[in-house]
């Protein structure tokens, strides 16, 4: 099987990215490694569909979450983000679970 490949975001700059080829078994944590620099210490891939941004999971399959957006996809943008990671179960709440199409279209 040929790999994918995702685009991402490694600043606000839509002409500052990268492609990492993914595969059915690539993890997040796989493109976060191939996206950073030497020497950062805590980054997270975040994915941003019309304002609303979630964090992914370090463990999430990439491949498989590209093909649950379905006709979407287009409009789905996955940037590194620099620092920890949201608290999931507090800033992420209102992030993410703030617009009901989301929610609607995740399940």
Same mark, same amino acid.
């Given at each position: 099987?040929m790999p ?10 839509d ?5 990492v ?7 997040c +944590?796989?493109? *976060? ?7 950062? &210490?805590s980054?997270? =891939?975040?994915e941003v ?23 979407? +996809?287009?409009? *789905?943008?996955?940037?590194l983000?620099?620092g920890? &990671?949201?608290?999931? =179960? ?10 009901a ?7």
């Amino acid at each position: 099987m040929m790999p994918m490949f995702l685009t991402v975001y490694l600043s606000n700059n839509d002409q500052h990215f990268t492609e990492v080829p993914i595969t059915p078994e690539t993890v997040c +944590r796989d493109v *976060v490694e191939l996206c950073k620099e030497p020497g950062d &210490a805590s980054c997270h =891939l975040a994915e941003v569909w019309r304002g609303s941004e979630r964090v992914i999971g370090e463990s999430e399959k990439m491949m498989d979450l590209l093909l649950q957006w379905g006709q979407e +996809r287009p409009d *789905v943008r996955f940037f590194l983000r620099h620092g920890r &990671a949201p608290n999931p =179960l507090t800033d992420m709440d209102q992030c993410l679970f703030g617009s009901a199409h989301w929610q609607d279209h995740m399940e």
